[in-house]
């Protein structure tokens, strides 16, 4: 190296927060370092030159890639999508002076998560790809806010509930108590496993009744697991469904007052509707 040369002591991290609220680190360093008080361990298995040289408003469509050379990176945890939606943040960090500010490169979450012979590809979705929303809403008969967010206003966890689930008979669970509320308040709702080997997974609710709940998604390990041994005594949390209609919204909730939408709109067959004078 000559005089002029500057040895550069860089590094690439990621910070990951997984849907199931798990926070990892990993860096590109051959040893585990902690920056911004996060602990990252050492994953040479990623691919940071791909996401870098990629990187850029053109497209948000990236791809992160590596090997499963982690006890964080498991191929079940992929399988079952503890990484689909992880918020990820991507930056360059100086490995001599950890004090020192990191450099952003990326901020965003993850898409699709696949896997094949020992290794994953996720597709990283930036900031840029938010350009791709509607700017201004639409109008619709039904409501447009997600059930519990500020323009709901309402507190989902009024209508969380607690319970065991005790089989599993095709894509219905079964309860070891009676559910609140009438029959099929929980469609369109949302579960959370609390305990079993799909901790920390949520799911949404197709339907249910007084003692069982449909899904859209079992977990496998959920589903090994109800072969192997009965009851299963697994905890889960649920919360009721919105089905975005008015009625609903009303009746069940009383918050009509905060629907996000024009039930009694004209659409556009209101022409249809009546026969033209002759």
């Known amino acids: 190296m000559s005089a002029h040369e500057t040895l550069k002591t860089l590094a690439y991290g990621w910070h990951i927060i997984r849907s199931d609220g798990v926070t990892l680190g990993f860096t590109s360093h051959d040893q585990a370092q902690s920056v911004g008080g996060i602990l990252l361990t050492a994953q040479p298995g990623l691919a940071p030159t791909k996401i870098v040289s990629s990187l850029g408003t053109q497209s948000d469509g990236l791809d992160i890639s590596g090997a499963l050379t982690d006890d964080a990176l498991r191929e079940e945890d992929l399988h079952i999508g503890r990484w689909n939606g992880a918020r990820t943040h991507i930056f360059l960090y100086d490995w001599m002076d950890l004090d020192a500010d990191i450099v952003t490169l990326a901020r965003g979450e993850l898409g699709e998560v696949r896997q094949s012979e020992g290794a994953f590809t996720a597709e990283f979705l930036g900031l840029t790809a938010q350009l791709d929303h509607e700017v201004a809403p639409v109008t619709s008969p039904h409501c447009r806010a997600r059930f519990g967010d500020y323009q709901c206003k309402l507190n989902r966890q009024?209508?969380?509930?607690?319970?065991?689930?005790?089989?599993?008979?095709?894509?219905?669970?079964?309860?070891?108590?009676?559910?609140?509320?009438?029959?099929?308040d929980f469609a369109f709702g949302e579960l959370r496993w609390l305990s079993g080997p799909a901790t920390g997974i949520s799911t949404f609710i197709l339907d249910s009744d007084m003692r069982s709940l449909s899904l859209i998604d079992i977990p496998q390990n959920i589903t090994s697991l109800s072969v192997q041994r009965q009851p299963l005594n697994l905890r889960i949390e649920i919360i009721m469904g919105c089905d975005k209609n008015i009625k609903t919204c009303s009746e069940r909730f009383q918050n009509s007052v905060n629907f996000r939408g024009e039930p009694y709109l004209p659409g556009n067959d209101l022409l249809t509707r009546y026969p033209g004078l002759n």
């Open 158 to 184: 009024r209508f969380s509930y607690e319970v065991r689930v005790m089989r599993i008979e095709d894509d219905r669970l079964f309860v070891d108590e009676n559910l609140p509320g009438r029959v099929g």
